[in-house]
């Protein structure tokens, strides 16, 4: 911001004296406009030609002093100039050499394409967790401790210089589902066994970025909408009692949402959730079901016999839904949940 007032103020400062010469000659000395302006421009380029006005005394004392206050507002934008030109390309240089070197030597890593609000949270809450990433953003000025650089996301070969080809996974942010869609054809193209999680806008965009191959999408305004109208509607819903007993139940651990498969011939296969038997014995709220035909259904009837090939959404502390992922995969128990 100071660059940019520096250098607007020496144009601004250079103007002046420019055309303060230029009416002094035609003044002083009687010279047309053009004679004038290129006595000016010569003057305080000190390029060395011929006077083009024979100069009176007073003349020759005016030119004098142009040169030295010419002289002073040229060599300040000289200053400035070379400091914007310079330093900005160096320290743009060496940032660009100190990404490509981590680059070289990440794997594993997420790839988060947008740093608006919802990509900033992604990157504020991967990092929270202790995850290496790589963020990608055409315009948005990334801070010091963020790892990524500013280019299209939806190219190829940004996608090749952030890692694609090894990363974990893809968090595809940006707000455009048409762009989402192509960054999610691309880097299944680049690495076929990335994990894609994609932002989706419109309600039609979930099936094209479904068919472009995105694991997962994600509407954060329809989820966030759907939960806004059911806790107006219902402002007591006993889901969020359980919740705040979850919460209030693990001090200071980390909640999160997680898939658990219920495996056949598992503990949880055949069992039933009635009497909140799962948040007493784990310590996991069960918020949702995936039934086999891929559709998941909001909230689980107490009444509902667990089948293997089903898929739990759970809420709790990560390690209470280790426990659970632990207990889906074990043989039948004397006690199972019912």
Known sequence: ??????????????????????????????????????????????????????????????????????????????????KVIFEGELERSLGRRRIKRVLRNISDHFVICGYGRFGRWLAEEL???????????????????????????????????????????????????????????TAKELNPRIFVVSRCEQESGEARLRRAGADRVVAPYAIGGHRMVELALNPSLPVVVDVDDVVAASGREHMTVAEISVGSGSVLEGATLASGELLRRYGVLAIGIIGADGRLQVGVPPQLRLEGGH???????????????????????????H
């Open 1 to 82: 911001m100071l660059d940019s007032r520096g250098l607007l103020l020496t144009i601004v400062a250079l103007l002046v004296v420019t055309v303060a010469g230029t009416v002094g000659y035609v003044v002083i000395e009687g010279a047309s406009w053009s004679d004038a302006a290129y006595m000016t421009v010569i003057t305080l380029s000190t390029v060395g030609y011929g006077e083009v006005i024979r100069l009176s005394p007073a003349g020759r004392l005016f030119t004098v002093v142009l040169i030295g206050v010419g002289m002073t507002f040229v060599f300040a934008a000289v200053t400035v100039w070379v």
């Open 127 to 185: 990092a929270r967790k202790g995850e290496r990433f790589v963020v990608i953003d055409a315009s948005a000025t990334l801070p010091a401790d963020v790892v990524g650089f500013n280019a299209d996301a939806t190219d190829e070969q940004t996608l090749r210089e952030a890692g694609v080809a090894r990363a974990r996974a893809l968090l595809a942010a940006l707000p455009s589902d048409a762009d989402n869609v192509y960054i999610t054809l």
């Open 311 to 337: 898929v739990l959404v759970v809420f709790g502390t990560e390690r209470a839904i280790e426990a659970l992922a632990a207990a889906s995969r074990a043989e039948p128990a004397a006690a199972d949940i």
